[in-house]
């Protein structure tokens, strides 16, 4: 079942910008916390950014200041931007949401809905 339409990714030049957006398809966003992570082929996924009901925000250390997670519920969206892009930011990024309104930190089970993947792309 797809629970989410992704968009947004794409292939930039390092230092340019994207914004990912996710709309759900199967669920309402409100109410629950949301989260981006993302993975490097051959790597485990790797936490990005969580955002609670209540819009409070979390950011993987080594991410903080170039990722802005917001989300939308007017629009039942997730988004994501990202500046000053690096080679090291390429990777497929997903969204996912939990089933509770406070967010849970990185473990990926506890977020039961999550989209495909989008993948990034960044040049040097």
């Known amino acids: 079942q797809v629970h989410w339409v992704e968009s947004g990714g794409g292939s930039v030049q390092a230092g340019g910008s994207l914004r990912l957006s996710c709309t759900a398809s199967t669920f309402r966003t409100s109410g629950r916390c949301m989260a981006w992570f993302r993975q490097i082929p051959g790597k485990e996924h790797e936490g990005v950014a969580l955002i609670s009901n209540t819009a409070d925000t979390a950011y993987a250390n080594s991410l903080k200041g170039r990722f802005t997670i917001s989300r939308d519920e007017s629009k039942n969206t997730l988004n994501l931007q990202i500046n000053n892009l690096k080679p090291e930011d390429a990777a497929l990024y997903y969204c996912?949401?939990?089933?509770?309104?406070?967010?849970?930190?990185?473990?990926?089970?506890?977020?039961?809905?999550w989209g495909q993947g989008t993948r990034v792309t960044v040049s040097s």
């Open positions: 996912a949401a939990a089933d509770l309104p406070y967010c849970g930190g990185w473990r990926t089970s506890y977020y039961p809905y």
